[in-house]
T-cell receptor, first 115, second 115 residues
Framework: DTAVSQTPKYLVTQMGNDKSIKCEQN?????MYWYKQDSKKFLKIMFS???????INETVPNRFSPKSPDKAHLNLHINSLELGDSAVYFC??????????????FGDGTRLSIL | AQTVTQSQPEMSVQEAETVTLSCTYD???????LFWYKQPPSRQMILVIR??????QNATENRFSVNFQKAAKSFSLKISDSQLGDTAMYFC????????????FGAGTRLTVKP
């Protein structure tokens, strides 16, 4: 009955590889997000999708490409991984782009480690 | 741009005592929402409490309460009767109320509850 689920939980890979992190939510929410939490625990938004439409795209290298096949899924694909990509990536979802009072529900995070 | 500042990187409190975590924010918006999230060592992001800026009454959730000072742009979290399970990182977050679910987080405060 997990609300927001991310896979994998841990990902260890070498520099230069391409990897994907998947996210699914079963809350019926129409907005999904990707956040990056660095080693200092600073949490920063990367992308936001509303009903498969990109609405937030922060200054993120274009090696990062989100893909939303439907409103319940928002996957994050990363090309040519670099050491600085090591972080914990959180997926989140909320109900309503207009309704700003709806809190975001987070997945458990994916710890990405680049060797 | 909205910024959220948590000036206390680390705090500790004895079990059963009360602790207050501070948060200030900067915005020109009049309609917005504020949140406190808890991140225990398990890495989950758990919503603790939220406050609508248009409400003067401070939000309360069991042992957690906030002191919302809109004019001062301050949003502190008070934890009463601290428990060992409260040990976690605590993040203050801001979200505009209009047409955008962009949530901005503070840098976090690491709280340790000592037995």
């Amino acid at each position: 009955d997990t609300a927001v689920s991310q896979t994998p939980k841990y990902l260890v890979t070498q520099m230069g590889n391409d990897k994907s992190i998947k996210c699914e939510q079963n809350l019926g929410h129409d907005t999904m997000y990707w956040y990056k939490q660095d080693s200092k625990k600073f949490l920063k938004i990367m992308f936001s999708y509303n009903n498969k439409e990109l609405i937030i795209n922060e200054t993120v290298p274009n090696r990062f490409s989100p893909k939303s096949p439907d409103k319940a899924h928002l996957n994050l694909h990363i090309n040519s991984l670099e050491l600085g990509d090591s972080a914990v990536y959180f997926c989140a979802s909320s109900q309503g782009r207009i309704l700003g009072d709806q809190p975001q529900h987070f997945g458990d995070g994916t710890r990405l480690s680049i060797l | 741009a909205q910024t959220v500042t948590q000036s206390q990187p680390e705090m500790s409190v004895q079990e059963a005592e009360t602790v207050t975590l501070s948060c200030t924010y900067d915005t020109s918006e009049n309609n917005y929402y504020l949140f406190w999230y808890k991140q225990p060592p398990s890495r989950q992001m758990i919503l603790v409490i939220r406050q609508e800026a248009y409400k003067q009454q401070n939000a309360t959730e069991n042992r957690f309460s906030v002191n919302f000072q809109k004019a001062a742009k301050s949003f502190s979290l008070k934890i009463s009767d601290s428990q060992l399970g409260d040990t976690a990182m605590y993040f203050c977050a801001f979200m505009k109320g209009s047409n955008n679910n962009d949530m901005r987080f503070g840098a976090g405060t690491r709280l340790t509850v000592k037995p």
